[in-house]
């Protein structure tokens, strides 16, 4: 008996020794972590806390906010500072409203954020001039406004300030406003029309987003930015002109307009974003655009009238060079009647059918010829009524309808159209009719000549 009590005191006491460096162990481990878990813990513990002071801050801002919201026999909550009113809200049953500009002979300059939150009920608005702000999501989710009147006074539209008013139709901006906010009319899918002032500078992401009815709009000159998404899926809209001050337009800003013709200027942000996003683009031709196209055609008139004046140049060279030049005058007929004579190279050419001085101002021939004359050696007057003289494939034709007088010369000139070799130049054929009426009596005579 004592045998084995001894040898359960002997375990006994080697399993108290394990566990006991078990726990041990345990401790140190259990240690470390709480270390680190204290640390976190207190971390988070000081967040919390900071968190509940803030929570508590809240609730007592909101404990003195809602000590602070008045209420006007009508309806509106409203509280005030520094003697300007805001409006905090509407709990009346009106669906047609007038936003007062003086609540107990103070002034209104502001309808505050989210006052008209979720308002099912109101149909219209009407803003009394005075108010300047119009604060975020003021008019958010009011899903039967239909129109609202905006006072000139107004000077600041916040973010998503009439977004989701999916009934609104027709809004009026006032000229003093500088930038469209971001998603200040997000998913007003009953807009179909709005006219942006002139003042603005800048339309922010989302601020049409999915106003899936609108189809007319404008862009003032002075915008310089439109933003994210700002006009996406805006299905209806057809057609929109860019201004050249736009420099920059954000990622999906017409994306998803499906009937948009996008209209603007060369080497514009407009034409890049239309031509990356594969918009169909019109170009808006300045004073200078036009300008410059009419310049390109004087240039290219110039380069045809050059090209045409080179090319007359060098034709009139070549006919110069190919033309004969008589060492003396060929003579054709000579009888006691008359005297035919060719007397060499022609200074003359044509000019619009007529034969001018061949000298180097005048532009445009491709005629070039002979000189000669006809000369009465009677001792009366002879009439040459018809006359042939051929240079090549061209023949010299005319009647004269004067008599040529004795001892006096009847000029001609005998040309040849495009003239392409000197062989051309050297067959020469002609005839020659002379009428010479002398003591009434009439002769006739016909004279033939060819130079080979």
């Known amino acids: 008996m004592r045998k084995i009590l001894k040898k359960s005191t002997i375990v006994l006491v080697m399993l108290t020794f394990i566990l006991a460096m078990v726990n041990i162990n345990g401790v140190n481990t259990s240690f470390a972590d709480t270390k680190d878990s204290t640390q976190t813990t207190t971390e988070n513990n000081q967040s919390d806390s900071s968190s509940s002071d803030e929570t ?29 009113v805001t409006i905090k809200g509407y709990e009346g049953s009106k669906t047609t409203l ?9 002034k209104v300059t502001k309808i505050g954020a989210n006052a008209f939150d979720g308002n099912t009920s109101i149909t219209s608005v009407e803003i009394q001039d005075g108010i300047t702000t119009i604060d975020s999501y003021a008019f958010y989710n009011a899903t039967a406004l239909e129109s609202v009147s905006i006072p000139e006074s107004v000077t600041t539209m916040n973010e998503g300030a009439f977004a989701n008013c999916t009934a609104l139709s027709s809004v009026n901006l006032p000229s003093k406003l500088k930038t469209i906010s971001y998603g200040l009319f997000a998913s007003c899918s009953n807009l179909t029309k709005i006219e942006i002032p002139e003042g603005v500078t800048s ?14 709009i404008n862009i003032p000159e002075k915008v310089a930015s439109i933003g994210e998404a700002a006009f996406y899926y805006c299905a209806a809209l057809e057609s929109i002109e860019i201004p050249k001050s736009v420099d920059d337009i954000g990622s999906y800003a017409f994306d998803s307009c499906s009937n948009l013709t996008m209209s603007g ?53 070549k006919y110069l060079k190919n033309n004969i030049d008589f060492e003396e005058n060929i003579v054709l007929i000579d009888n006691e009647i008359c005297k035919v004579e060719f007397i060499g190279k022609s200074k003359l050419k044509l000019v619009n059918g007529k034969e001018v001085q061949n000298n180097k101002k005048t532009l445009g021939t491709e005629f070039v010829g002979y000189k000669y004359n006809i000369e009465n050696k009677s001792d009366s007057n002879i009439e040459v009524y018809i006359k042939y003289a051929t240079v090549g494939d061209y023949t010299d034709k005319f009647n004269l309808d004067e008599q040529i007088p004795k001892g006096k010369k009847a000029k001609g000139f005998a040309y040849l159209q495009k003239t392409n070799s000197l062989d051309d130049l050297k067959s020469v054929s002609g005839t020659i009719v002379v009428c010479n009426k002398k003591n009434n009596e009439v002769k006739v005579k016909s004279y033939d000549f060819k130079i080979d």
Request: net charge negative; glycine share 4%.
């Open 203 to 216: 339309i922010d992401g989302y601020a049409f987003y999915t106003c899936t009815s609108l189809k007319e």
């Open 265 to 317: 200027y060369s080497s514009s942000a407009a034409k890049t974003y239309a031509s990356e996003n594969s918009i169909p683009f019109k170009t808006i031709r300045t004073a200078l655009d036009y300008a410059k196209i009419v310049l390109v055609f004087v240039a290219l008139g110039a380069i045809i009238y050059l090209i045409h004046k080179l090319k007359a140049i060098v034709k009139h060279k």
């Open 98 to 106: 007038t936003i007062p500009n003086e609540i107990d002979g103070k």
């Open 56 to 84: 508590s801050s809240t609730d007592e801002n909101n404990t003195e906010d809602d000590e602070n919201v008045l209420k006007t026999d009508d309806g509106f909550k409203y509280t005030v500072e520094d003697d300007e």
